[in-house]
């Protein structure tokens, strides 16, 4: 897999190039697809949001970490972007109010959000039972996913019990997507590997058959030099929150109803207008839905 340096490389080109079950794609959440890439839709299209009064907002202090491509990171030209910054600046464009966005340290970040310092953070900060007791959350605007990829001379392999039984998968060891192998999918023979990076690299050269893991991980590893074209996804998504997240949310201090539903219109609308998806293909050409 990319290291850190080469996933961010990766992730700027493609920015400024513009471009308890298995849960899989019949159950997952729905997609719109763009010219081959499928869009992720999370929204309900029969809900109708109200845009709320913002006169109250004066502006909205994003924080997000620049350490996590590509959903933000620091570009080749030393400045702060991704998908997440992106976002919050389309939202704050949306709402008509003035906005910042500071990179802050993941350590500490938590309680940065929930002493008020911030309105926002945009930093994948997970949606647990302790997060919730200390902040609140937007709306999920995308989901975490895992997905099969095979090598593209094999043949297509069936992805149920009787399908993928016996058949080699390298997993990254100790990871959720090792222990969903082994839950939904235990006549596998599940080859488990350090990293997600020596995964693909055992696919590549044909040891095992296939490889599970991150949907974001390996859409950006299929287009990268080492891949060299070899492989590609097999089948659909897997969105399964027990194992793999609740999805990517704004977090916010308690008690900020306003700009929770503020930030629900927002998010509601950028994607009815389609600059989520023109946001989405900007980051991920490869898409991982």
């Not at 910042?100 to 929930?114: K, Y």
């Amino acid at each position: 897999m990319a290291s850190f340096a080469i996933l961010a490389s990766i992730v700027a080109m493609a920015a400024a190039a513009g471009c308890v079950g298995p849960a899989t794609a019949q159950n997952a959440p729905e997609a719109r697809p763009s010219e081959g890439v499928v869009i992720p839709d999370l929204w309900d299209p029969n809900r109708r949001l109200d845009k709320p009064a913002t006169t109250a907002l004066t502006g909205i202090r994003f924080t997000t970490t620049d350490d996590f491509p590509p959903f933000n990171f620091t570009g080749p030209d030393g400045k702060l972007t991704g998908f997440n910054v992106d976002l919050a600046r389309a939202i704050c464009r949306e709402l008509s109010v003035p906005c910042t966005i500071q990179a802050r340290p993941w350590d500490g970040l938590i309680d940065t959000v929930a002493a008020g310092r911030v309105d926002a953070a945009l930093a994948g900060i997970a949606i647990t039972p302790e997060s919730r007791a200390k902040l609140e959350f937007s709306d999920v605007y995308l989901r975490p996913v895992a997905r099969f990829v095979g090598r593209k001379s094999a043949p297509a392999a069936r992805l149920n019990t009787d399908g993928l039984a016996g058949r080699k998968i390298a997993v990254a060891k100790g990871s959720s997507h090792e222990a969903y192998l082994a839950a939904f999918f235990p006549a596998s023979t599940r080859i488990a590997v350090e990293t997600p990076g020596a995964a693909a690299d055992a696919l590549k050269a044909g040891s095992v058959d296939l490889v599970f893991g991150d949907g974001v991980q390996l859409a950006f590893w299929l287009q990268s030099e080492a891949a060299s074209g070899c492989c590609d996804f097999i089948g659909g998504p897997y969105v399964e929150p027990h194992f793999f997240g609740q999805g990517l949310s704004i977090a916010l201090p308690p008690k900020r109803d306003d700009l929770r539903l503020a930030l629900n219109w927002a998010l509601d609308s950028l994607y009815d207008k389609g600059v989520f998806a023109e946001l989405y293909l900007r980051y991920f050409p490869v898409g991982y839905f």
